[in-house]
């Protein structure tokens, strides 16, 4: 366990999302997002579950605040709702009620010294783009730019700190490979490869937008956010292993991150892998898409900052893997599994591996060349109705936080902040409400959705005041 503290203007904070915690799915004039009509359905999400009231932010504004104020949060990670301020996804709808919803949140937020951080897209498409196409559809680049223009002239005032996407490989991969999420489109080894694509040049775009017609006035900073999970070499003296986990972080985040950080286009070894396997299966071109010398050059460069979100860890062996049918996981040549030796949480797949962080921390100092590092999104998952006296999360966050700290100071890393997931239990996508992420306890069952802190939202105020870990009092001397 290390002791220490992090650099002044280290900032701490909370995430959320909206169609996580807003509710008021149609109030006001909203129009419907994919994820609105997908948890209509009965059978799609658990307990058949839904966002339309979820903790009722839409309503809560002030509460939020205060609970904010409480923890002491330098920042406030939310998402905006595009059909809450375009209802059709064009601009030519503007809806004033979505648009003073957010004035309202962001004021209240400034007003408390707390600076928002906000994500364009968190995965809630407006219906009516989808029925033209979704992210399959070249034209969603400029309707996405548009958006963001925009939000730019609308927030940019106080708004400093932009993410335009946020998981772009889970919208790729849960929604159009294995279209476990909507617009559940299911084919595994070319749409995820075509929607990367058009995401990557739609986030080129608003960069530049940002660059050219903002940045001057407003000096904010623009960035995306993928999710990445630390993977572990089976056997770390065996050199296909290593080869393995690295092939596995190039396919899940180099497949963003390196056209953005480093040469505009993808990993060589996802270039190498998709290419030579398209090649035996008789196909006439490689599955994934190529960027022309101007693309790349336009899409090289645009973030500002490197954001990510992260929750666990796997261990990773090289595997062959079957040529069909054509996928994106198979196209990777690898095995994850887990230790069953790790506590589990909520999630099956996540479970609390604190060392995990501390490597991925350096793995991304490493590959990019030590940027300015933010950390959206990272807690875990209880499985159960009350959770206020909530050890287990204490603990995750001791430890995670505590190896962060390690980065920081033993390892160099340029690590300029943190944010818990989540502010308050809410919605968690296909898992409906079971999962408890929160710092803030919802009651699901009452019309009002209280809000009760628990334990780790204390120790977590405890962690911001003290700007990290120092050393208990009675040792420092």
């Known amino acids: 366990y290390f002791y220490g503290t992090f650099p002044e203007d280290f900032t701490w904070g909370v995430s959320s999302s909206a169609y996580q915690i807003e509710g008021g799915w149609d109030a006001d004039g909203k129009g419907p997002s994919i994820w609105d009509n997908f ?10 579950d839904n966002g339309d009231i979820a903790c009722d932010s839409y309503h809560k504004v002030e509460e939020d605040i205060y609970l904010l104020r409480a923890l002491g949060v330098k920042n406030y990670h939310f998402s905006l709702s595009w ?3 375009f209802p059709s996804g064009w601009n030519n709808s503007v809806n004033r009620h979505g648009v003073d919803y957010y004035n309202h949140l962001i004021n209240g937020l400034i007003a408390n010294n707390i600076t928002p951080i906000v994500t364009l897209y968190h995965w809630d498409l407006p219906q009516a783009l989808q029925d033209i196409g979704g992210w399959e559809s070249s034209t969603l680049i400029d309707l996405f730019d548009s958006f963001a223009d925009f939000c730019f002239q609308t927030f940019g005032d106080r708004v400093k700190f932009w993410i335009t996407f946020h998981e772009p490989q889970v919208i790729a991969w849960l929604g159009y490979g294995i279209g476990a999420f909507p617009p559940n489109v299911n084919d595994p080894g070319n749409a995820p490869y075509r929607v990367a694509h058009i995401l990557l040049k739609a986030h080129a775009r608003v960069y530049h937008t940002y660059d050219d017609k903002y940045r001057a006035s407003q000096g904010g900073v623009i960035a995306l956010c993928p999710n990445i999970d630390w993977v572990e070499p089976r056997t770390p003296s065996n050199p296909r292993d290593i080869e393995a986990a690295d092939r596995y972080l190039q396919f899940l985040v180099g497949w963003f991150t390196h056209p953005i950080f480093k040469n505009g286009d993808y990993p060589d070894v996802m270039k190498w892998k998709v290419g030579n396997r398209s090649e035996v299966q008789n196909l006439p071109s490689s599955r994934l898409p190529v960027f022309t010398a101007e693309e790349r050059e336009y899409i090289r460069g645009t973030a500002d900052v ?3 979100s992260t929750y666990t860890t796997k261990i990773v062996t090289h ?3 079957r040529l069909r049918p054509f996928s994106y996981e198979y196209d990777q040549e690898v095995l994850t599994k887990v230790d069953s030796s790790w506590p589990s949480s909520a999630i099956t797949d996540h479970r609390a591996v604190a060392w995990g962080l501390r490597r991925l921390l350096n793995w991304i100092k490493e590959e990019y060349g030590n940027p300015p590092i933010y950390i959206i999104e990272n807690g875990v998952g209880i499985k159960t109705k009350s959770d ?4 287990t999360r204490i603990f995750y966050y001791k430890t995670y936080i505590d190896e962060a700290l390690k980065a920081y100071k033993l390892d160099g890393v340029n690590l300029r902040g943190y944010n818990a997931w989540s502010f308050m239990d809410n919605f968690e996508w296909l898992n409906g409400y079971d999962p408890r992420f929160g710092l803030h306890q919802v009651d699901f069952d009452n019309p009002n959705r209280p809000r009760t802190p628990k334990r780790s939202a204390v120790y977590y105020a405890e962690i911001i005041r003290n700007n990290g870990i120092p050393l208990p009092k009675e040792d420092d001397w």
Request: hydrophobic content about 30%; some cysteine; charged content about 15%.
């Open 39 to 48: 948890t209509h359905v009965p059978g799609n999400i658990k307990n058949n």
């Open 83 to 85: 059909s809450r301020i």
């Open 319 to 321: 595997a062959t893997t």
């Open 388 to 391: 206020v006296d909530d050890s």
């Open 306 to 308: 490197f954001c990510f």
